[in-house]
């Protein structure tokens, strides 16, 4: 599969554990995001990467939430002392590089439940 | 306000019908613009992207408009696996911002 692809599918863990979820690009984009998303609602931006550099961050990622993304390949969101309200769909997208309109092609996603 | 703002629906319609949905934003710098589906409990997948000529896509067309900052969706003689939300983007390649999605539900 060539496609984005996202580990763990789910994740469930106690409020105030610490949990992290990886995504591997398409391998020629080296264009990375990261975004949330909860019921009724459209994908939220949270992070976002070309190469290894962190080049655009949310507000919304509170000093509990890191991403990482060393090597310019694949990347690894942290979400540290998790709350109930952190509870949601985590996806990751890729783009290439290029002029005119760069699409981005999501991953499966992974959804954390906080109890 | 929200910089992509869509209208919820759901909108029903019947086998065969035409439905339009509308999309606005609210950043005049943005530059990339597109349409995704997502079915439920489903990553979004690319619909098409919008460029400022207009584009079609079999029964889709997907239109753009600058000057009032909306970008368009038509989809023609809907099929029931058209079923899905619809979620507009618009931003640059450092982020892309999605609206919140129309539902459209095609019924027999």
């Known amino acids: 599969d060539t496609g984005v692809s996202q580990d763990p599918r789910h994740k469930i863990t106690k409020r105030g554990q610490n949990v992290t979820f990886r995504c591997d690009p398409i391998s020629e984009h080296n264009r990375l995001y990261w975004y949330r998303q909860t019921l009724g609602q459209g994908p939220e931006f949270l992070t976002y990467?070309?190469?290894?550099?962190?080049?655009?961050k949310s507000r919304l990622l509170s000093d509990r939430f890191s991403a990482e993304r060393p090597k310019g390949s694949f990347s690894t969101l942290e979400i540290q002392r998790t709350e109930q309200g952190d509870s949601a769909m985590y996806l990751c997208?890729?783009?290439?590089?290029?002029?005119?309109?760069?699409?981005?092609?999501f991953g499966q996603g992974t959804r954390l439940t906080v109890v | 306000r929200k910089e992509v703002e869509q209208d919820p629906g759901p909108f029903n319609v019947p086998e065969g019908a035409t439905v339009a949905f509308n999309c606005t934003y609210s950043n005049s710098a943005s530059q990339s613009f597109f349409w995704y589906r997502q079915d439920c409990r489903k990553e979004p997948k690319l619909l098409m992207s919008v460029y400022s000529s207009g584009n079609e896509d079999g029964r889709f067309t997907a239109q753009l408009n600058r000057a009032s900052q909306y970008i368009s969706l038509l989809i023609r003689d809907s099929k029931l696996s058209d079923s899905a939300t619809y979620l507009c983007?618009?931003?640059?390649?450092?982020?892309?911002?999605f609206g919140a999605g129309t539902r459209l539900a095609v019924h027999p």
């Open positions: 990467f070309q190469n290894e550099a962190q080049l655009e």
């Open positions: 997208a890729s783009s290439a590089q290029g002029s005119g309109n760069t699409e981005a092609f």
């Open positions: 983007v618009g931003g640059g390649y450092n982020k892309l911002i």
